[in-house]
């Protein structure tokens, strides 16, 4: 296996019109979504073998969910199902086509009632890389799970991807919610943080894709926590890396954005697919190829950015190269 991730798999309920606040959307459209499933299958879209592990109700949005999955090519064997708690959904607003307002109805969710019992330890042993998100460090037992995913992956040699993606709605307290996702940064090889997140890991006030010398200092704070790699996106402006022989921003492509919702998710499943390629993700820590590999995620993100909804709107392999073959 390429690529398993593990974390939320739910349903988004987007918008049908575009330009309002949560309080003022007056209908939505139910599509899938959960970070670390849009992750799996856009790795599976762009060609990677993929594998989710998670929790969903037993119920009509949780089958749906795992149909979706299984027909996308997903290895969904790692899938649970809890008889006890539904589904969780993300309600959302979107006030312009960069921006998103999130409402979770999560109070259980069941994809944070995941326990360590219920881990595929086959898939973990068996995969690449494995990826996660912050969200599946909110509550146990879902916490203690990642944690286990991460270390039997790792005693493997699989590269530990793990993506903030911070929802401060769904924390109980912004202290904790700091301390814990620091708490991971030692456990993994791999952090991805926007702009918003690298700032509040990195203690600083607000980091500017145009002012390097803060950013390469965010990023250095960071890659000292642990990550062999870090990661910073800034959206339509491009993206950063960091490793220990340095750093470097690669410019975004331009595109008519309709829905950036999701778009993170599609870059951070680019990079992964690049980085299992080949003999191993060590050997692919070279600069030369981490331009070529960021370059390759910025145009997965903006191909996701086309079309409304996450998993509907991503791309394939053949796109993104006939996408990047009329940039050059």
Not at 6 to 14: P, R, S
Not at 133 to 141: I, N
Not at 246 to 254: D, L, M, Q, V, Y
Request: charged share 25%.
């Amino acid at each position: 296996m390429d690529i398993v991730s593990l974390g939320e798999l739910l349903i988004d309920m987007f918008p049908v019109k575009v330009g309002q606040r949560l309080g003022e959307v007056e209908a939505f459209t139910p599509k899938p979504g959960g970070a670390p499933a849009n992750v799996a299958v856009a790795a599976r879209r762009l060609g990677a073998s993929t594998a989710f592990i998670g929790k969903v109700g037993q119920d009509p949005f949780g089958d749906f969910l795992k149909s979706v999955l299984d027909c996308e090519g997903v290895d969904t064997r790692g899938l649970r199902f809890d008889n006890d708690a539904r589904t969780t959904m993300a309600i959302i607003a979107m006030p312009d086509e960069n921006s998103a307002e999130f409402f979770f109805y999560r109070n259980p969710g069941a994809d944070y009632l995941l326990r360590v019992d219920e881990l595929d330890t086959n898939l973990l042993r068996d995969t690449k890389a494995f990826h996660f998100g912050s969200l599946s460090l909110t509550d146990e037992p879902a916490r203690s799970a990642t944690y286990e995913a991460a270390r039997i992956s790792r005693e493997t040699g699989a590269l530990i991807s793990y993506d903030v993606n911070y929802r401060p709605a769904l924390w109980k307290d912004p202290g904790k919610a700091l301390e814990q996702m620091q708490m991971m940064l030692s456990e993994v090889d791999l952090l991805k943080v926007n702009e918003s997140e690298v700032a509040l890991l990195a203690g600083l006030d607000k980091v500017y894709p145009a002012n390097l010398d803060l950013l390469e200092q965010a990023a250095r704070t960071l890659l000292q926590k642990g990550p062999s790699l870090v990661v910073i996106t800034f959206g339509e402006h491009g993206s950063y890396f960091m490793t220990e022989h340095g750093g470097e921003f690669i410019s975004s492509f331009r595109v008519e954005t309709i829905d950036a919702v999701g778009c993170g998710d599609a870059f951070i499943a680019g990079l992964l697919t690049r980085l299992v390629a080949g003999e191993g993700w060590q050997y692919n820590l070279a600069p030369e190829y981490l331009i070529d590999s960021l370059r390759f995620a910025n145009a997965v993100g903006a191909l996701t950015s086309l079309n409304r909804g996450v998993i509907p709107a991503l791309p394939t392999a053949h796109q993104v190269e006939n996408f990047l073959k009329t940039q050059e």
